[in-house]
């Protein structure tokens, strides 16, 4: 993939910040899990490597639940989760879209997951977290 370019996010108080290697067209999964619709979250899944916290590693608190794999990172002054680590996908990272500085000028395909029925779905994401993927 060589239109990817680094893009800044985090946080909403910003106590968090990242890059995220990404091209300008890229697929987000708006999930339907119970996380994911409660908290309308619609991320994006990368490889591990097109992922650089910045800061705030100390001001993140995490949540775990069912099978424990996904790390559900938030802010802990903001409440914000601007990334995760996903349970489909734990050797990458889920970045919320809208947490991206510049989320409004990228051209996103918001595709549906069905996490209601992850144990039948989730295989169709385990590619998003190997290089050359998004």
């Not at 916290?53 to 914000?80: D, M, P, S």
């Not at 889920?94 to 779905?121: H, I, K, M, Y």
Request: aromatic share 8%.
């Amino acid at each position: 993939m060589s239109d990817l370019k680094w893009h800044p996010g985090g946080c909403h108080c910003g106590a968090v910040r990242y890059e995220v290697n990404v091209p300008n067209r890229l697929e987000a999964e708006d999930c339907n899990c119970s996380i994911c619709a409660m908290s309308g979250n619609v991320h994006v899944i990368v490889p591990a490597s097109r992922f650089r916290l910045l800061k705030g590693e100390n001001q993140l608190t995490e949540y775990r639940f069912n099978t424990g794999v996904a790390r559900h990172l938030f802010c802990k002054i903001c409440g914000v989760k601007s990334y995760y680590i996903p349970r489909s996908n734990p050797d990458g990272v889920a970045v919320t879209w809208r947490c991206l500085d510049d989320w409004q000028t990228l051209d996103v395909t918001e595709n549906s997951f069905d996490g209601q029925n992850w144990e039948a779905n989730a295989g169709a994401l385990a590619h998003k977290s190997r290089d050359g993927e998004t």
